[in-house]
């Protein structure tokens, strides 16, 4: 999707944050199908290289091509080890278990259909010490890491020392599939190709350069749910001709379930969405979680099945739910799945306009319309971005921002702000002067508040509500702790929402801690969403953030750490 007016508002291990410092730089070993290893001169990391050769409603045919792998020399608070991995991929094994790489994918297939894979492989390339160079003791996988102070310092290093006295190359399956749910109707699964095995007893990675792998589906009856697929979901599955190709936004159907005293009031927004060229429909909520889903469960897979819900009204009037994720993360998602209650998976793009009055209600809209339907006083604030990093863990923050500047910002025009903390040595004062000059992006990573953002640079509600940035309202995502927690009555994000001809038009935050690696990658896949040309998701906000997290379950694969992820940001 290329954004042309940023978001309309209709709604890898961690092991760099228990690493103390790399011993030297990433090596690159190069490895080829004649069983030759290489150590190259300089750091490469490529992907594999996934081909796809589509058969309908049979299945597919995949081949893998691995050029080498990236070893990185590490020293820990275990000792020292190499990290082993390719570009934005991710690993595979459990707490203290060694860390390889895996190549994940996402698939769907046809209603009632079995799925059976089998694999060629070959006969592997053996990388040991020699080849790399370097002892080759491959850093075992880390849990997760809260961004709250002390928490890396905190960390108690994981190795189960049965793994790494086992004389076995594994993991010892190269092939997985697991089915993991319904969305949107399309039955959707994951395949996970593992081109890369450790024995640890003997320091030797068995690396297989060239895969054939075949997927297979038998019995199937094709998908006729009748609803139009998720937004996005053609992009990122091996098999794309198997989603029906519709229009992005499906039907149009836009509910907005608004809370009793707030059914008046969102007239006027009704009306506009109308005009823009939505079916609009408003109803008044029920009291409970489940009686609000359960009217919008009676509208599910009729001409009426919601693409977007709106929620108006705080967690006083629309109770919000219990994750089933890690943590049990407050959660609006359970509104927006369809597919019973074990299901995280969205269906819709949903939003919510938390407020507890009109007044706020009223800053909501007329922020949000005039986003959408202009005319903005200065347009050219639409091509300037701020983004802000901790001191903390300032390598993850500042790298993750510098990633997404240099692959999408940059070519896209903007003009960008680096207010980092450790390297720029940013201040409260310039994180003001930024937003009141007009940007459309607002990105934090680091130390999050209820109240306020933590470490990055610190930035209060008194500091949003003194915001002067009339008619240039961002969209703010706070990759951080706790800013979106959904339990106390004006959260940090609320109050970029609430506040009136000033601060945000959009603000997303974590209930619940979150985490340096997978946040990380969500910010990433964010705007991987946004600017991925080769999507049919609309620039909206609700769209963008449903595709950005089915874009990083195909990298992080399935889990309690990725359902919180789900559930957490809201």
């Known amino acids: 999707m290329q954004a042309s007016r940023g978001l309309a508002v209709a709604v890898v291990l961690s092991v760099t944050l228990v690493t103390l410092q790399a011993a030297v730089g990433e090596t690159w070993v190069s490895v080829t199908a004649d069983g030759r290893a290489r150590l ?110 002390g928490a890396r310092e905190r960390a108690e290093f994981q190795m189960k020392a049965s793994a790494y006295e086992l004389n076995l190359a594994t993991p010892t399956e190269r092939v997985t599939v697991e089915e993991l749910g319904i969305v949107r109707g399309q039955r959707l699964f994951m395949l996970e190709v593992r081109p890369v ?51 992005s936004r499906g039907s149009g159907n836009y509910l907005i379930v608004a809370a009793s005293a707030y059914v008046s009031a969102i007239q006027t927004f009704a009306n506009a969405k109308e005009a823009q060229g939505f079916t609009v429909t408003t109803h008044q909520a029920e009291t409970t979680t489940t009686a609000i889903k359960a009217y919008i469960q009676s509208l599910w897979g009729g001409s009426s099945s919601p693409d977007y819900v709106l929620l108006v009204g705080d967690t006083d009037t629309i109770p919000m739910w219990t994750g089933g994720g890690e943590g049990s993360p407050s959660t609006d998602l359970q509104y927006a799945c369809m597919d019973g209650t074990s299901d995280w998976y969205p269906d819709i793009a949903l939003g919510r306009f938390s407020v507890r009055n009109t007044t706020q209600l009223t800053a909501i809209v007329n922020k949000t319309l ?136 959009i603000a997303v935050g974590s209930s619940v801690n979150s985490y340096w690696t997978e946040d990380d990658v969500l910010e990433k896949k964010l705007f991987d969403s946004i600017y991925d040309p080769n999507d049919s998701v609309e620039p909206e906000a609700g769209p963008v953030w449903n595709d950005a997290k089915m874009r990083y379950l195909a990298q992080m694969g399935t889990g309690s750490t990725t359902r919180r992820y789900f559930e957490m940001y809201n």
């Open 197 to 247: 095995a450790y024995n640890a007893h003997e320091g030797v990675l068995s690396v297989w350069p060239e895969m054939r792998v075949s997927v297979r589906f038998s019995e199937g009856s094709g998908n006729a749910s009748g609803l139009s697929p998720l937004p996005g979901l053609k992009s990122i599955v091996l098999n794309p001709g198997l989603v029906p190709t519709v229009h």
């Open 40 to 149: 190259e001169a300089g750091s490469q990391s490529p992907s594999p290289v996934v081909a796809v050769d589509e058969l309908g409603t049979t299945g597919f045919d995949v081949a893998l091509t691995v050029s080498g792998v990236g070893i990185l020399p590490v020293k820990t608070k275990g000792g020292e080890f190499v990290q082993v991995g390719w570009g934005e991929e991710s690993s595979f094994g459990e707490a203290g278990e060694p860390a390889v790489p895996v190549v994940r994918r996402l698939f769907v297939v046809p209603d009632g259909a079995s799925v059976t894979v089998s694999s060629l492989s070959g006969q592997p390339v053996e990388i040991g010490s020699d080849a790399a160079n370097v002892a080759m003791r491959v850093m075992p996988v880390q849990p997760p890491i809260e961004k709250i102070p």
């Open 370 to 505: 005039l986003y959408e339907n202009g005319p903005l006083p200065d347009p050219t604030y639409l091509k300037r971005a701020v983004f802000m990093a901790s001191n903390d863990n300032y390598t993850v923050s500042e790298g993750t921002h510098n990633w997404v500047i240099t692959n999408y910002m940059i070519p896209n025009g903007f003009t960008s702000l680096k207010l980092y903390c450790h390297t720029y040595g940013a201040t409260t004062q310039q994180v003001t002067d930024a937003f009141n000059a007009g940007q459309v992006y607002g990105i934090y990573s680091g130390h999050g508040g209820e109240l306020y953002w933590a470490d990055g640079p610190v930035f209060y509600q008194s500091n949003v509500n003194a915001l002067t940035n009339v008619g240039m309202y961002p969209l703010v995502y706070s990759f951080a702790c706790v800013t979106g927690t959904l339990t106390v009555e004006e959260c940090y994000m609320e109050t970029w929402q609430r506040a009136a001809n000033k601060a945000g038009v």
